[in-house]
C-alpha cells in the first residue's frame, strides 16, 4: 500500500506542478482561458491567472516531495471539485472552448472526457487524504 500510495503521489503532484508550470510561462494566455469560461468578473481573471498556477506547483511539490501530505492533497482535491463544476458549467452552456488546464499549448476541449480525467485525479487525491498520514 505504501508503494501504492507513493505512485499516486508522484504522479497526482507531477500533473499539477506542470499544468502550474506551463500557466506560469504564459500568464496572458492562461487568463484568456480562464476569461473563455465566463464565470470571473473581469477583474478577478488577473488575480487568479496569476495566483492558480503557483498554487498548483506548490501543493503538487508538497505532494511529490511528502511534506504536508494530506493538506496538499487536500488542496488538489478543492482545486479539481472547482475545475469539475468549471468545466460541467462551460458544457451546460454550450460554450466550445479549451480548457486551459495545460496552457494554452494543449487545446484540449471541455467536455465529458476532461470530466472523467479531473474525476480520476480527484479520487486519486480523495485517496491520499484517507490513507496518508502526516
Known amino acids: 500500500m505504501k508503494w ?3 505512485v499516486l503521489r508522484l504522479f497526482l503532484g507531477a500533473v499539477f506542478v506542470y499544468a502550474g508550470v506551463v500557466k506560469i510561462i504564459d500568464p496572458a494566455g492562461f487568463a484568456k482561458s480562464i476569461g473563455n469560461f465566463q464565470i470571473l ?24 516531495a511528502g511534506i504536508w501530505r494530506r493538506p496538499s492533497a487536500l488542496l488538489i482535491a478543492v482545486m479539481l471539485i472547482v475545475f469539475i463544476a468549471a468545466v460541467a458549467s462551460a458544457m451546460h452552456r454550450h460554450l466550445n472552448i479549451d480548457c486551459g488546464c495545460f496552457g494554452t499549448q494543449a487545446g484540449t476541449k471541455v467536455g465529458l472526457t476532461k470530466i472523467m480525467e479531473n474525476t480520476g485525479m480527484l479520487l486519486a487525491a480523495f485517496w491520499l487524504i484517507a490513507k496518508e498520514k502526516d
Open 4 to 6: 501504492f500510495n507513493l
Open 41 to 64: 468578473r473581469p477583474d478577478q481573471i488577473n488575480l487568479v491567472a496569476i495566483t492558480l498556477p503557483w498554487i498548483e506547483v506548490v501543493a503538487g511539490g508538497l505532494l511529490m
